[in-house]
């Protein structure tokens, strides 16, 4: 949380410096050139739709709620409430990401957050205009036909307010028409969630793995008395055969081992500095959060 609000300020306020600064005397742009020079290594938007993103996919995979993040009532820390922009943002790169269920998250916290603050600088208009959208495409016509009006009140300009106020009208005329039954549950009824034989071996194992995330699954008392701790010398290994290592069996199956103190403190720090050269950002195989 607090990396992606960093990143944000950062890249949104660093603009508004550099503009003080350019209209700076001369002999007071030499901070400006220094800062110019080091421009490579700033972040930018894609860092800060990449923190925004994983962000989002932390939040997926814990199960916590867009109120509890924005609250800073994360389980076992706590942060410094969010403001509506940065609400607005991450309601942004769920939308352009089609996540209709995230954007509608954000985008309710980040009206909440505009009513809480005295001075902000995101308009009610614009986060409706995504709002009414995501719930539309989520099958909440009715919410979005509502917030689509007071899209219009708000902004009586806006380009597509009024044709998207008579489409919703027309498909909520369409459905009280429909009677229930006739051609199967409404589609705001369906359940999003996939059946669970219809799955594939990978989704079955993340599910599993988000399930492990979010609280430990109880241990069967049959699978705990097997779990043991013992040293190795790693079959006979020079090295381990006067120190050998610890090792405990977390798990049976899939065999998970935790070995102790396998490299000391000055090896750690070694390592890290092998491995920084080598740091690319982090990608997934899926365009979806």
């Known amino acids: 949380v607090n990396a992606y609000r960093l990143l944000r300020r950062f890249v949104s306020d660093w603009r508004e410096v550099e503009d003080l ?13 220094a800062m110019n020079e080091r421009r490579p290594l700033f972040p930018t938007s894609d860092d800060v739709s990449g923190a925004a993103t994983a962000l989002m996919r932390l939040q997926h995979t814990y199960a916590l709620s867009a109120a509890d993040i924005v609250d800073g009532m994360i389980p076992g820390d706590q942060k410094e409430p969010m403001a509506a922009a ?42 409706y205009d995504y709002l009414a959208f995501a719930e539309y495409k989520l099958g909440n016509l009715r919410r ?102 610890g090792v405990e069996v977390a798990f049976i199956e899939p065999t998970i081992l935790i070995y102790k103190n396998a490299i000391n403190e000055k090896e750690m720090i070694q390592l890290k500095e092998l491995a920084y050269s080598r740091l690319n950002r982090a990608t997934r195989s899926e365009e979806r959060f």
């Open 86 to 127: 940065d609400c607005f943002y991450l309601g942004t790169v769920a939308y352009e990401a089609q996540n209709y269920e995230r954007t509608k998250d954000w985008m309710d916290q980040a009206l909440r957050k505009i009513d809480e603050e005295e001075n902000g600088d995101i308009s009610i208009a614009t986060v």
């Open 144 to 245: 979005a036909l509502v917030l689509t009006r007071e899209l219009a009140m708000l902004d009586p300009e806006h380009e597509r307010a009024e044709s998207n106020i008579r489409h919703y009208e027309s498909q909520l005329a369409a459905k009280n028409r429909q009677k229930r039954g006739e051609l199967g549950e409404d589609e705001e009824h369906e359940s999003s969630q996939p059946n669970v034989d219809e799955m594939s071996e990978w989704a079955r194992e993340r599910r599993q793995y988000e399930k492990l995330c979010r609280k430990p699954v109880p241990m069967k008392k049959s699978m705990a008395k097997k779990l043991t701790c013992y040293y190795t010398t790693g079959k006979g290994h020079p090295r381990l055969i006067l120190k050998p290592i």
């Open 21 to 33: 600064l350019n209209r700076a005397p001369a002999n007071e742009k030499d901070f400006l050139a």
